[in-house]
């Protein structure tokens, strides 16, 4: 049977920049739109999209993911940076999109690199894995891969971070630091962005095609597969 065809429900005005990802999360779109920045907009009615929220990102908004109230964006020469978007729904906050957010103790959101152009979680559900099992409620170990957020650069190829920090409850470590930078031969040189589907990370780059990365082991990545132009175009 014939499927009906896409058509345009609503629209907004047009972007600074060229739109590079867009994630949804319940009525609310978060748009990468480059050197524009990072756009909210509120899609409670999906004909009359509005704008809430704005980033001017120094670097260049190429990907974002989000982990319950903390959004993460790939900022191109800005590296990966981590901001708070807990009062995004609050129209009396002077600041909807907060870096800076969490403790006087001091707090470092950004991982540089070179040309950060990706980013992707394995799940958008905050998890704090240093949180005790209780062997009552006969709870199972949560893998390791849930701990960090899995960035592409363009340079560097895949660069894993440890963001458990933003769910442990800690306000002492709100320090974000590479846990591993993986590369093998400049496998992922051209790096544009990243899937994660269980224990597997899919990279795509305009180098080399689409690799296939085992990251069972998150600070310690397999490169398993890669396919290349002409199959990958």
């Known amino acids: 049977s014939s499927r009906p065809a896409p058509r345009e429900v609503g629209s907004t005005p047009p972007f600074g920049d060229a739109v590079l990802d867009v994630v949804v999360s319940g009525s609310r779109a978060y748009v990468a739109a480059g050197t524009d920045g990072v756009h909210i907009l509120d899609v409670a009615d999906p004909a009359s999209p509005r704008r809430i929220g704005r980033w001017d990102s120094p670097g260049s908004a190429e990907g974002i993911a989000i982990d319950g109230t903390s959004l993460f964006v790939a900022d191109g020469p800005g590296g990966f940076r981590v901001f708070d978007i807990a009062a995004v729904g ?38 704090d894995l240093d949180r005790k099992a209780r062997p009552e409620n006969q709870e199972q170990p949560i893998a390791p891969i849930f701990r ?34 993986f590369n093998p031969d400049g496998a992922l040189t051209g790096a544009q962005n990243i899937t994660i589907a269980g224990n597997y990370a899919y990279v795509v780059s305009t180098r080399t095609g689409l690799s296939v990365i085992d990251v069972s082991q998150p600070t310690s990545p397999r490169l398993l597969a890669a396919v290349g132009p002409p199959a990958v175009v």
């Open 90 to 127: 609050n129209k009396s906050a002077a600041q909807r999109i907060i870096s800076a957010p969490f403790s006087g103790l001091g707090n470092r959101l950004r991982v540089p690199s070179p040309d950060a152009t990706g980013v992707a979680l394995a799940a958008n559900n905050p998890m």
């Open 148 to 181: 960090y957020a899995f960035v592409t650069d363009s340079v560097e190829g895949l660069i894993v971070v440890d963001v458990n920090t933003f769910t442990d409850g800690d306000p002492t470590n709100n320090f974000i630091t590479r846990a591993a930078t």
